[in-house]
């Protein structure tokens, strides 16, 4: 078994990726309103900050596009659609992961079990360091999520909570920034 990546998340080196959060989907899981506000949470610590931030649909045509309440803050992120469960399977969202320059990845969306835990075994592979936000992931049933997380991790991600993704990317209670991050950890 591999161990779980242990650096501290830095938002110069991290890119968000936020999976399939569309309204079709998310009527069967989960937990799924507080998914949203945490992947929300993500997007608007990562703008602050100068992370960047990626978007998946899961064949928009039939399920739409993303959710209402991630689409107000997405602002001008990427959004690629794919009808493969892996994000790395679509060549241009694979591309513009590459292209970002980023080497930590954080997860976040549905299915924890099947497109966030094939995406993350992909991104591994390619040799990103993915971590997951644990309560920015669902399923359509709590068995699901937990064998997707332990999928995951025992993979070798890293495994976060949105606030702690968000305040380790901050690092400092005294930065400046800190006073425009701790409203939306709040």
């Given at each position: ?16 990726v ?8 998310l ?22 900050l ?30 690629f ?18 292209a ?22 992909h ?37 976060v ?10 690092g ?13 950890v709040?």
């Amino acid at each position: 078994m591999m161990s779980a990546k242990t650096s501290v998340l830095n938002p110069s080196e991290a890119l968000i990726v936020v999976v399939d959060l569309q309204d079709k989907l998310l009527k069967a899981i989960c937990g799924a309103e507080e998914v949203v506000e945490n992947c929300v949470k993500l997007v608007k610590a990562a703008r602050l900050l100068g992370a960047e931030v990626i978007c998946t649909t899961q064949y928009a045509e039939k399920l739409g596009g993303c959710t209402e309440k991630l689409a107000e803050v997405m602002e001008d992120a990427p959004v690629f659609d794919k009808r493969t469960f892996s994000c790395m399977y679509k060549e241009d969202f694979a591309e513009a992961v590459k292209a970002s320059g980023k080497k930590q990845v954080v997860l976040c969306g549905v299915e924890t079990h099947v497109c966030v835990s094939q995406t993350a075994m992909h991104m591994l592979e390619a040799g990103y360091d993915v971590y997951v936000a644990g309560d920015a992931v669902s399923s359509r049933t709590p068995a699901n999520k937990k064998a997707g997380l332990r999928r995951m991790r025992d993979a070798g991600c890293g495994t976060v909570s949105t606030e702690g993704a968000i305040f380790e990317m901050t690092g400092d209670s005294a930065a400046p920034i800190f006073k425009e991050i701790l409203p939306i950890v709040k």
